[in-house]
């Protein structure tokens, strides 16, 4: 038998139907939590639902205000929540900051900090409610150090850690503990995309191994990786820490 840190809880994780909010909701389920698996992507979640035992899968936009109306009901019909992981988010096209078109400015911004906001929003009350808990947010290391390559996408997960921070203190009084999660780059779709981006077989391989590069381990880190550190960030086993943001990012930022 493994360790079930979240027995009888329930908890809510966006993205899941992908990468590295697929491992936490797994991570949770496995250690005994009832997860609401919230994504747009239906066949997606459907996939991680299979692994999820007593799952609920619903289907939405982060970005939209009524979908995560639809998450908070669906969410309170089971019980008081008091976990919550906000992975859902996107990468955007990798260009220098002058070569950044509005349209993509705006949606990356529109659903990493509007998407975590609105999620926060949602759920933030029912964990209040609850008595207490633990939420997790997404940033990244580029939102902890400049990104030459992707300047938005950075300056969106600065605005995730200060978010986060500023909630972890707002929330104290609540016993709701807010830490954010700051990976490199790490083995998923959304870092596929990235390298598929790249244009040429030649291309794709010089951005890999620059990617690489920046990693002291030499190396890509997994999802299992994050989904350890963002289970104990959730876990009481993280009673005293607040406020945090934690790079997984084999010794980028060191
Ligand atoms: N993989 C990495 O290297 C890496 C590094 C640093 C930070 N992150 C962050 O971690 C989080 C998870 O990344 P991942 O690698 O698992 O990516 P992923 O692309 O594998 O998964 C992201 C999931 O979010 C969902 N999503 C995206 N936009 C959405 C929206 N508007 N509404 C609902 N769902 C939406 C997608 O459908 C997908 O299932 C992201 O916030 C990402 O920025 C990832």
């Known amino acids: ?118 999620t926060l929003r949602a759920i933030l009350p029912l964990m209040r409610a609850a008595g207490g808990g633990a939420v997790v947010t997404f940033a990244s290391a580029a939102g902890l150090t400049g990104s030459p390559a992707l300047p938005a996408y950075s300056a969106s997960k600065a605005a995730v850690v200060m978010m986060s921070r500023s909630l972890a203190r707002a929330e104290a009084p609540n016993a709701i503990r807010v830490n954010c999660v700051c990976p490199g780059s790490i083995e998923t779709p959304m870092l596929e995309l990235t390298f598929a981006s790249a244009g040429s077989p030649e291309a794709r391989a010089a951005r890999e191994a620059e990617f690489r590069a920046r990693h002291p381990l030499g190396r890509f880190g997994k999802a299992e990786e994050v989904g350890a550190a963002v289970l104990f960030l959730l876990s009481d086993e993280a009673a005293f820490m607040t406020g945090v943001s934690l790079p997984i990012d084999g010794g980028r930022l060191a």
């Open 1 to 118: 038998m493994g360790s079930h840190r979240f027995a009888g809880r329930i908890a809510v994780v966006t993205g899941a139907a992908s990468g590295l909010g697929r491992v936490t909701a797994e991570g949770l389920a496995r250690e005994g939590a009832k997860v609401v698996l919230f994504d747009r992507d239906g066949a997606g979640l459907a996939e991680t639902a299979t692994s999820c035992p007593g799952a609920v899968a619903v289907q939405g936009d982060i970005t939209s205000a009524d979908d995560q109306a639809r998450l908070a009901t669906a969410t309170q019909a089971l019980g008081p929540v008091t976990l919550l992981a906000t992975s859902a988010g996107m990468l955007g096209p990798t260009v220098p900051l002058t070569e950044t078109t509005e349209a993509d400015w705006d949606r990356l911004f529109e659903v990493n900090v509007k998407g975590t906001w609105l």
